[in-house]
């Protein structure tokens, strides 16, 4: 398929007069061609075919939107190699890769076809009317969950095909009922573009109602701001940084009815090195954690990115064998210049901060906007009196905290921000003292990890991709797994309400019944 640049407004292309260009972060080379700027008249136009397209879409059965998404994933493998090598052009990540993050792609698609088509995600639950109840008769009540309405979803930068056009966001906003209006990555537009193309072929093909896919291109903060503020709306899904998460929130807590805003936006994912663990395997641990490290040039919101330890001999083997690990590491391209300078002032200031030296740091120089591998250390102490040190600096850059005692360890993790991961190395002898920390750990993050490395995570029905404020900004939440398809749904009571009215799966003379709870019991479908 050819790249052309232009908008999709529903099942029309469109192009506008203001624009911009796509640049391969390895070369510093613009790319052809020039795109076009989504500006307010087109976000309303999208934001209108959305909200037209929303009732069809919620009601619309789960076995139509299941096929939808299937095709979806069909259709992004039938682009080739051509979607992988514009990929590659404006991330610069290595094309191995991004053929693993298409799978990734079109497997939870795929999943959350499977989930529509099992129905536990409606959730129905069914009280009958007792009419005879004394002292006061109980009226007829069915529940089911449903479609909230269109939701925004923001391409992210790290993740050019799982976390943007059809990413996690918008296979669970889809598989909801939801109309999505995607604002595309401006780093990565043509690869936005091929995807679009493939979503809306599908929809076409499924015969889906005008609107219920939208994408908008556009490098300005203005085209974000007016999409989270245009009153259609009524969720977002965004993955990104900090700032720009809480720059959703604002807005969206701003509007005269403000809606859910699901960004995950900062985690340092520390890592606990426990005494016997790392006694028995310091060497092997610095080596595997330096692996994890810089795993896609550090460009994980799960990168390990904190370590934690009782001060001692141990320690400092650890510190020894990953720092040598870091000095071999090759310098790798990041997915922008904007990234990469972002980059090189966080190294820059951590290391200026008072108690914190230098371990070791990867060789250069590097190509056009590679990023250098950096380990830092310093104590808790420090770390407890500034807090900038345990902020995230996006890359390959870590800082070794050591610790005096179980004390002081725990009097760091309790002033840590809400994670999106934290990670324990422990051998058998560590688990009395890992059962001390734990009630800690479940409350400052959304996924524990026990002898691993946090950087991957599983598309499945039981991860949790979140965590506390400010990991995410709803810690409630997931936006990996089919449990990420609860954000985009809400409750609604049908109390004593004709048959004929009644959602089919509620209805009395139903013959097909998925999951659900009858007079509070569970039943199977």
Request: neutral net charge; proline residues 6%.
């Given at each position: 398929?050819?790249?052309?640049?232009?908008?999709?407004?529903?099942?029309?292309?469109?192009?506008?007069?203001?624009?911009?260009?796509?640049?391969?972060?390895?070369?510093?080379?613009?790319?052809?061609?020039?795109?076009?700027?989504?500006?307010?008249?087109?976000?309303?136009?999208?934001?209108?075919?959305?909200?037209?397209?929303?009732?069809?879409?919620?009601?619309?059965?789960?076995?139509?939107?299941?096929?939808?998404?299937?095709?979806?994933?069909?259709?992004?493998?039938?682009?080739?190699?051509?979607?992988?090598?514009?990929?590659?052009?404006?991330?610069?990540?290595?094309?191995?890769?991004?053929?693993?993050?298409?799978?990734?792609?079109?497997?939870?698609?795929?999943?959350?076809?499977?989930?529509?088509?099992?129905?536990?995600?409606?959730?129905?639950?069914?009280?009958?009317?007792?009419?005879?109840?004394?002292?006061?008769?109980?009226?007829?009540?069915?529940?089911?969950?449903?479609?909230?309405?269109?939701?925004?979803?923001?391409?992210?930068?790290?993740f050019p095909l799982a976390f943007s056009v059809a990413g996690g966001d918008t296979a669970a906003?889809?598989?909801?009922?939801?109309?999505?209006?995607?604002?595309?990555?401006?780093?990565?537009?043509?690869?936005?573009?091929?995807?679009?193309?493939?979503?809306?072929?599908?929809?076409?093909?499924?015969?889906?109602?005008?609107?219920?896919?939208?994408?908008?291109?556009?490098?300005?903060?203005?085209?974000?701001?007016?999409?989270?503020?245009?009153?259609?709306?009524?969720?977002?899904?965004?993955?990104?940084?900090?700032?720009?998460?809480?720059?959703?929130?604002?807005?969206?807590?701003?509007?005269?009815?403000?809606?859910?805003?699901?960004?995950?936006?900062?985690?340092?994912?520390?890592?606990?090195?426990?005494?016997?663990?790392?006694?028995?395997?310091?060497?092997?641990?610095?080596?595997?954690?330096?692996?994890?490290?810089?795993?896609?040039?550090?460009?994980?919101?799960?990168?390990?990115?904190l370590l934690l330890s009782i001060a001692g001999a141990a320690l400092e083997r650890f510190i020894?064998?990953?720092?040598?690990?870091?000095?071999?590491?090759?310098?790798?391209?990041?997915?922008?210049?904007?990234?990469?300078?972002?980059?090189?002032?966080?190294?820059?200031?951590?290391?200026?901060?008072?108690?914190?030296?230098?371990?070791?740091?990867?060789?250069?120089?590097?190509?056009?906007?590679?990023?250098?591998?950096?380990?830092?250390?310093?104590?808790?102490?420090?770390?407890?009196?500034?807090?900038?040190?345990?902020?995230?600096?996006?890359?390959?850059?870590?800082?070794?905290?050591?610790?005096?005692?179980?004390?002081?360890?725990?009097?760091?993790?309790?002033?840590?921000?809400?994670?999106?991961?934290?990670?324990?190395?422990?051998?058998?002898?560590?688990?009395?003292?890992?059962?001390?920390?734990?009630?800690?750990?479940?409350?400052?993050?959304?996924?524990?990890?026990?002898?691993?490395?946090?950087?991957?995570?599983e598309v499945t029905h039981a991860m949790v991709h979140g965590g506390p404020f400010p990991a995410?900004?709803?810690?409630?939440?997931?936006?990996?797994?089919?449990?990420?398809?609860?954000?985009?749904?809400?409750?609604?009571?049908?109390?004593?309400?004709?048959?004929?009215?009644?959602?089919?799966?509620?209805?009395?003379?139903?013959?097909?019944?998925?999951?659900?709870?009858?007079?509070?019991?569970?039943?199977?479908?």
């Amino acid at each position: 398929m050819t790249v052309t640049g232009e908008l999709f407004l529903g099942s029309s292309r469109l192009a506008t007069a203001d624009s911009f260009l796509a640049t391969n972060p390895a070369t510093g080379a613009t790319l052809q061609p020039t795109f076009s700027s989504a500006g307010s008249a087109e976000v309303e136009r999208a934001c209108v075919l959305a909200a037209g397209a929303a009732d069809a879409f919620r009601n619309s059965g789960s076995e139509q939107r299941a096929q939808f998404l299937e095709a979806i994933g069909a259709r992004i493998l039938a682009l080739g190699d051509a979607l992988l090598e514009r990929a590659q052009a404006e991330s610069g990540l290595p094309l191995a890769r991004l053929s693993g993050e298409r799978a990734r792609t079109v497997g939870q698609l795929r999943l959350f076809a499977d989930e529509l088509r099992k129905g536990e995600w409606s959730r129905l639950r069914i009280d009958p009317a007792l009419p005879d109840r004394k002292p006061a008769a109980r009226a007829d009540l069915r529940l089911r969950k449903m479609a909230i309405g269109p939701v925004a979803v923001f391409g992210a930068s790290n993740f050019p095909l799982a976390f943007s056009v059809a990413g996690g966001d918008t296979a669970a906003a889809l598989a909801a009922g939801c109309p999505v209006i995607v604002k595309g990555h401006s780093s990565h537009p043509g690869t936005s573009e091929l995807v679009a193309q493939a979503i809306a072929g599908a929809a076409s093909q499924c015969g889906m109602p005008e609107g219920v896919f939208s994408l908008l291109n556009g490098n300005a903060h203005a085209l974000g701001a007016a999409l989270v503020s245009n009153p259609h709306i009524r969720a977002v899904g965004f993955t990104g940084s900090r700032a720009g998460g809480l720059a959703l929130l604002k807005l969206a807590n701003a509007r005269p009815e403000p809606i859910p805003v699901y960004a995950e936006m900062s985690s340092v994912n520390p890592v606990l090195l426990l005494p016997h663990a790392l006694a028995a395997r310091a060497e092997q641990l610095g080596r595997e954690f330096v692996g994890s490290l810089t795993l896609g040039a550090g460009q994980f919101c799960t990168n390990p990115g904190l370590l934690l330890s009782i001060a001692g001999a141990a320690l400092e083997r650890f510190i020894a064998a990953a720092g040598a690990a870091v000095e071999q590491a090759p310098p790798a391209v990041m997915l922008s210049s904007a990234i990469h300078r972002a980059y090189e002032q966080g190294v820059a200031t951590l290391g200026q901060q008072p108690k914190v030296s230098v371990v070791a740091q990867a060789a250069g120089p590097g190509g056009t906007n590679c990023g250098r591998a950096a380990l830092f250390r310093s104590d808790a102490a420090t770390l407890l009196g500034n807090g900038a040190i345990g902020r995230e600096v996006f890359g390959a850059a870590a800082i070794v905290v050591a610790c005096a005692d179980e004390a002081q360890l725990l009097r760091v993790l309790e002033g840590l921000e809400g994670q999106l991961t934290v990670t324990l190395h422990l051998d058998p002898s560590d688990e009395a003292l890992a059962a001390r920390l734990l009630p800690t750990l479940e409350r400052k993050a959304g996924r524990l990890i026990a002898n691993a490395w946090p950087t991957g995570v599983e598309v499945t029905h039981a991860m949790v991709h979140g965590g506390p404020f400010p990991a995410t900004a709803d810690g409630r939440s997931t936006s990996v797994g089919t449990l990420a398809i609860e954000r985009f749904l809400r409750p609604v009571c049908y109390q004593d309400f004709p048959d004929g009215l009644l959602p089919a799966a509620l209805r009395r003379a139903a013959t097909q019944v998925g999951p659900h709870r009858l007079d509070g019991v569970v039943h199977p479908a």
